[in-house]
């Protein structure tokens, strides 16, 4: 199962959470959830706002002539040259978010 269709699936599932109003051990107890799990997926959905793998929709992107360097972190380092398309860089930003 791919990452964003069980994100989705634990947004629905923290939806209902909300929505019932129990505490988090007895909801867990009754779904067969564990609550570390549930705490795993609630932070997890929360980072990124629910949205997919944390990609934010950016406006229409005018032509780059320059590269572009992205730093996520001391392990992750991108360069892309000035040809890169905005479906190149979505691309890049979703692996680098699988990382």
Do not use: H, N
């Amino acid at each position: 199962m791919r990452w964003t269709a069980q994100a989705e699936q634990w947004k629905q599932v923290l939806e209902e959470y909300e929505k019932e109003g129990v505490k988090r051990g007895a909801f867990c107890s009754r779904r067969g959830i564990k609550v570390s799990t549930f705490d795993y997926w609630r932070a997890r959905v929360r980072k990124t706002g629910g949205d997919e793998c944390g990609v934010v929709k950016v406006a229409d992107m005018a032509p780059v002539l320059e590269a572009i360097r992205i730093r996520v972190d001391d392990r992750i380092t991108i360069e892309l040259d000035g040809s890169t398309g905005e479906g190149q860089l979505v691309r890049v930003l979703r692996a680098v978010a699988s990382v």
